[in-house]
C-alpha cells in the first residue's frame, strides 16, 4: 500500500471518529454568561444528585468578590414539605433593602412520613453539602465569602444548626431565624404532632435516643465564638412555641455572643408584610454592623 492510500485511511478514521464524539456528545445548555455587570439567576443549580439537592441563585448586577456578600434562605415546611420558592414572597423586599448582596434559595431531602425515608440528619447533612458547593462557586459567580444563612421555622433551625455547629471553615458570617425550633428535647411533648413528627424524624424519643436529640440541637452548639444573630419569634406561636427562641436567647446571652431579638407580641406562626418589612430593615441594619 503505498504512503497516498496510507494518509487517505489515516484521514478517514480521523474524520469519523470526530463524527462519533459529535453524534455521542450531548449538546446540553448553552454557556451561561457569568459577566459580572449583568444580573443572573440560575435555577435548579444542583449541589447532588438528589432532585432535592438544589438551589436558587440570584446574582446582582455589578457585583464583584470584594464588595458582594451572599445571603441564603433555608425554606420551612416541618422538615417534610416546603420548597425553594418561598424566598420568591420576600426576594423583592429583601433587594430593596440589602445593597450589595446575591441571594441563593436551597432545596433539601424531606422526611418522607409514609416511607420513613430521609430521616434526620439527611436535612443537616444537605446544608453541609450546599454550603461546600456555595464555596466553590464564589469565584465563578464573583461573589464574597461573607455570607448569612438564613431561614424560617425548620428552615431557620438547620440555619442555626450548620452555622453553631458546621462553621468551622468561617464562611457563616451571620445566622438569622424566624420562628425557629432550637432544642429538640425540649421541643418534643409540645403537641401531639410535635412529638409524633420528632420522633418519626430523629428515631425515638429524647429517653429512648438522647444523642438525636441532643445533636440535632443548635441551642447545644451556642459557644463564645458562634457568629452574630438575628431571630424573631412570635409570641402566640402554636406551631413552634416561643419557649424555644426564649431558650436560645438564653445561650447567647450566657456566651456572651453578639445578637438581635425581638418577640412580636400575639403573633403566630407566620408574620404579616409590614411585620415582615420592619424586621427585614432591623436584620439589615444588625448585619451592616457585623458583617460589614
Known sequence: MDRANISRIIFKLIFVSILLVNACADPGEPPLNLDPSVAVEIKDDPYGNHPRQVVDVY??????????????????????????????????????????????????????????????????????SMMDY???????????????????????????????????????????????????KTFHGFNFLTTALLEALIGGSPSSNPSGYANSSP??????????????HGTADNVVPVSQSYRLEEKLVGSKVPHYREYIDGA?????????????????????????
Open 134 to 184: 456555595v464555596k466553590s462557586r464564589l469565584g465563578d459567580w464573583d461573589v464574597g465569602e461573607d455570607v448569612v444563612l438564613a431561614g424560617g421555622s425548620a428552615g431557620g433551625h438547620l440555619a442555626l444548626l450548620h452555622s453553631y455547629k458546621h462553621n468551622g471553615n468561617g464562611l457563616v458570617k451571620a445566622a438569622v431565624a424566624f420562628f425557629p425550633p432550637t432544642d429538640f
Open 59 to 128: 446574582l446582582p448586577a455589578n457585583r464583584s468578590s470584594d464588595k458582594t456578600k451572599l445571603f441564603i434562605w433555608v425554606h420551612g415546611g416541618g422538615w417534610t414539605d416546603g420548597d425553594k420558592s418561598e424566598f420568591a414572597q420576600i426576594k423583592p423586599l429583601m433587594e430593596a433593602v440589602f445593597e450589595d448582596y446575591a441571594f441563593v434559595a436551597v432545596n433539601y431531602r424531606l422526611y418522607n412520613i409514609t416511607t420513613r425515608s430521609n430521616q434526620f440528619p439527611n436535612q443537616e447533612e444537605d446544608i453541609q
Open 268 to 292: 403566630g406562626h407566620s408574620f404579616p408584610q409590614p411585620v415582615i418589612i420592619d424586621l427585614i430593615g432591623k436584620t439589615a441594619a444588625f448585619l451592616q454592623v457585623h458583617v460589614p
Open 219 to 232: 441551642t447545644n452548639f451556642v459557644k463564645s465564638s458562634s457568629v452574630p444573630t438575628v431571630f424573631f
